[in-house]
């Protein structure tokens, strides 16, 4: 039988991983659109954009794409951004689900 629960907690998991990628996406598009118009200005928010930077540039280099074209666009920062937001935000609401409220306390 199954545990009508459980399709809660993963809409839930599912929910923050989306949150997690518009979070992300979000962050990365008004760095984009900073740099445009003129710079970023606040060194808070550099320290945030460099951090988000990481796994795109990781990605790059493992991947072999440092002189590629697509490894240095738009979209492949942007597509690898989103789903490591989403990775995150899906482990860590998972984590929450699962483990810290516990799983079926109907169980002998």
Not at 62 to 76: D, P, R, T, Y
Request: glycine residues 10%; without cysteine; aromatic residues 12%.
């Amino acid at each position: 039988m199954k545990n009508p629960n459980s399709k809660t907690k993963l809409r839930a998991v599912l929910k923050a991983a989306i949150w997690g990628a518009v979070l992300f996406v979000g962050i990365d598009l008004i760095e984009v659109i900073a740099s445009h118009f003129g710079g970023l200005g606040y060194d808070l928010f550099l320290v945030i954009v460099m951090t988000l930077n990481i796994p795109s540039l990781a990605v790059r280099h493992f991947l072999g794409m440092e002189n590629m074209a697509f490894g240095q666009s738009l979209a492949f920062y942007l597509t690898v951004n989103v789903l490591f937001g989403a990775f995150i935000f899906a482990v860590i609401a998972a984590f929450r689900q699962f483990v810290m409220k516990g799983g079926d306390k109907t169980k002998i």
